[in-house]
């Protein structure tokens, strides 16, 4: 077993919602770190926000952003995420058993401490702590590094493992921490 959980798959396919549901079950005592979360309005996605497992949250991208910073139609607030993620990251290293990492993607990459804090983390906590992320299935010369550090797992979730990746994690993630 790995200390060390990437989950993967095409965008949309549940890798956040996954997340979502594993601090639900293991409780946000035991949990640090963030998720991403969409923004909409009534019928579109328009942006995503930075979601701390305590529930703080920022922007961090947006269609409206003046951001010189885009990745598709968002404008990406790199140093706002940077700082919060930074914090949050900080924080979760130093309290709690679970780290949570969602999304190293590629609006995060903008942010020019996040890649090597990420590999900073993996590498050095390890063996003492279970981190959990996502990452996209594309290649990015930043990402793939990550995806590649020795004692990472990758799991490719889809629309038909979904469910019993989740029951797997759960049970997984309960004989690590006993």
């Keep these: 077993m790995s200390n060390v959980i990437l989950i993967t798959g095409k965008p949309r396919m549940g890798k956040s919602t996954l997340i979502k549901k594993l601090v639900q079950e293991i409780g946000s005592d035991r949990c ?50 940077e700082r919060f993620a930074g914090a949050v990251l900080e924080e979760a290293a ?38 959990i992320g996502t990452v996209p299935l594309d290649s990015h010369p930043d990402i793939d590094p990550i995806k590649q550090l020795a004692g990472v797992r990758i799991i490719h979730l889809d629309e038909s493992n979904r469910d019993a990746i989740f029951g797997a994690l759960i049970n997984e993630i309960k004989l690590i921490l006993d």
């Design 94 to 131: 130093s309290t709690q058993e679970i780290i949570l990492i969602d999304e190293i993607g590629f609006m995060q990459m903008h942010a020019s401490t996040f890649a090597p804090r990420v590999q900073s983390i993996l590498t050095s906590l390890a063996t003492s702590k279970l981190v």
């Design 32 to 81: 640090g770190g963030f998720y991403t979360d969409e923004m909409r309005n009534e019928h579109n996605r328009i942006g995503f926000n930075c979601v701390s497992v305590q529930g703080d949250s920022v922007g961090i991208a947006h269609v409206e952003s003046t951001s010189p910073i885009r990745v598709g139609r968002y404008g990406v607030e790199a140093e706002l995420f």
